[in-house]
Every structure is written in C-alpha cells, then in structure tokens.
C-alpha cells in the first residue's frame, strides 16, 4: 500500500538502532536530559520486535525452529546480562519467547476455550515471577499484535495503558513505524543474516559489560 516503506529486515535494523541507543542510556548516562531524550528513543525498540514475533509466527513454516533459536539466544543472553544485572532478573529474549509459545498455544488450542487462556495465563504470571525484562506487559504486547492484526487503533488501545510510565511518545513512535510495515521480509532472508540478528542482541550487551568493566 502507499506510504508503506519499511519492511520486517528495516524494523529490526530500527529495533536495533534504538535499543542500543536505550542501553547507552541506561549503563553510561545516569540523569539529565540526554539520558531522559535517548530513552525515549529507546522505547520504540520493544514494541517493534514484539510486532516482528507475532509476525514472525505468522509467515514462518518452521514454527519449532523459530522458538529454538529464540530459546537458545535467550540462554546465550543470559550470561552477558547476568553480568550487568545482579538483581535476578532475566533478558528480554525469554519474554518475547513466552509470547511466542502463548501464540503457538492460542493458535494449536483454538477449539478450546478455558485450557488455552489458563495456559497462557501461567506463562505471562510466569514472566512476571521470573522478573523477565518487561515481564507480563511485553508478551501481553506480543498478543495484542497477535490477536488484533491489521487493526492498528484497537493494538495502541490496548498497549498504551500497559506502557503509561515507558515513555509514551517513544511508544507512540514505535507504532507510527510499525503502521509504515509493507508486509515483505526485506533483505534478512538467508540463515547467516539471521544468525547475525539474532546475536546482536547478546553481543551488544557483551560489548557494553567489557567497556564498563576495562574503561569505566
């Protein structure tokens, strides 16, 4: 459609973009108005690559594959996290991942009213037991995208209440983005471009404990 520009390969490159520009903020700069600024930026980051797992589940034929690499990155993850948080908590990977395996459930139980949404249920409280980054408000984002698709205002309806206090003009942002989405996969195709998005996220966060760590 006109106006639609960006294609899953340019959200994630955005996705990216602006997270790197959040963790900046958040592991270097402890106040002021640049911090405030570039976690605003930051914000557009999660709704995105919540949108990309909903869609993701959407086109791809090898649904187990998907889930497996999103469980082994999100291990993978947990070592340079584990060293930069000593609260508990758990990265952002396994959250997006239980909201993942709430689509797949929603999606294989459909014929079945009460067990699917118990099932879901524990999953999001789980999130939320395990302090995974964003918790029960991201894979409830991630079903927001999944149950409501091509219906943008009823998604922001529903998203904007759960992330009130993230920044909202970021969210709002990440959801202007997100309505430029053409529908097409873009230049990410092959498996060694995937592999690369996929460890961008534990390599960052890697790159920012060494230089905490050896420059700070």
Known sequence: MRGQCLSGSSLKVIAMVTMVIDHTACYFISDGWEYECMRGIGRIAFPIFAFLIAEGYRHTRRKWNYGRHLLIFAFISEIPWMLLHTDGSHNVLFTLLAGLCCIAILDKLENHKILPLLVVLVIALATSALNTDYGIQGVALVLIFYLFKDKPLLQLLFALPLFYDFHPLGILASFGLISLYNGERG??????????????????????????????
Do not use: G, Q
């Open 187 to 216: 230049f990410i195709k092959d498996s060694y471009s995937k592999f690369l998005f996929y460890a961008f996220y534990p390599s960052h966060l890697m790159a920012i404990w060494i230089i905490l760590f050896y420059l700070f």
